[in-house]
């Protein structure tokens, strides 16, 4: 992915901040429990939330008691993270570009970035992030992907969809349960600031009816930056597949991943 691509689609997900607030899925429960446990997270742990959204990860370490500095490139976003997290006083809610942010108050204890680290400048966002933590606190990257499982035949259905109405398809893909892990550990090896990175995995499904599936893809910045005339012909071809064939729901089978290493001294 360019640079300019990159800055073009991490800018879609606050078009309709509502929209994705109603519709992306949170995170697993024990993710958040395995987490205080890597990371030592527990009452006033300092941490810093890059890419948080509308709050989905935020609410957890709310919860766990942390004082959360949580950003969003979206000026949206963040305005409805504010209102989902208004009852913790020990949040706040910062709309900002990563790369462009800089801290008044010291280092965290961890940097968490859910589903956002791969929009990061990969230049910066490595080593700004060890530059904020304090010696031995953990940066912890969680992404979620889409895997075999579920309705799988209706995913290679709407392969033939996409590969008729997105001409950036590639041909003849497949859904594995491969969540492609080693590139994100050479990347911590690479910035020479962290120890071993540890992994944890996390598998749910969800169930989605047409109207529900649509919505959910309109949440994906790939959808978003389609000439709508297209994007409304794939989603024709959706709907039908889900309706006519499917009997009218699909399932989705996520894994949620959770990478977390700590800053040598």
Known sequence: MTDIDREMLRTTFGQDAELYDQCRPGYPPPLFTDLAMLA????????????????????PLAQLGCTVVAMDLSPDMAAVAR?????????????????????????????LSATAFHWLDPEVRMI?????????????????????GG?????????RCYERFDPRTPPG??????????????????????GR?????????????APEYLKLLMTYSGHRAMEPQARSELFACI?????????????????TRLAIAHKTP
């Open 151 to 159: 309705t799988d035949a209706f995913f290679a259905d709407a392969q």
């Open 40 to 59: 030592a997270l527990g009452p006033r742990a300092r941490v810093l939330e890059i890419g948080c959204g509308t709050g989905q990860a935020t609410l």
């Open 83 to 111: 209102r989902n997290l208004a009852q913790f006083p020990d949040v706040t809610v910062v709309a900002s570009a990563f790369e462009d942010w800089q801290p008044s108050n010291g280092t965290f204890d961890a940097v």
């Open 128 to 148: 700004k992030a060890a530059e904020l933590l304090r010696p031995g606190g953990a940066l912890g990257i969680i992404s979620t992907h889409h895997i075999a």
């Open 239 to 255: 709907t039908h597949l889900i309706d006519n064939v499917y009997n009218g729901q699909i399932i989705k089978q996520y894994r």
């Open 173 to 194: 893909m497949r859904l594995t349960t491969d969540d492609e892990s080693p590139e994100e550990a050479a990347e911590f090896d690479r910035s020479a600031r962290f």
């Open 197 to 209: 990175v540890e992994f944890r995995r996390y598998q749910c499904q969800q169930t989605y009816t």
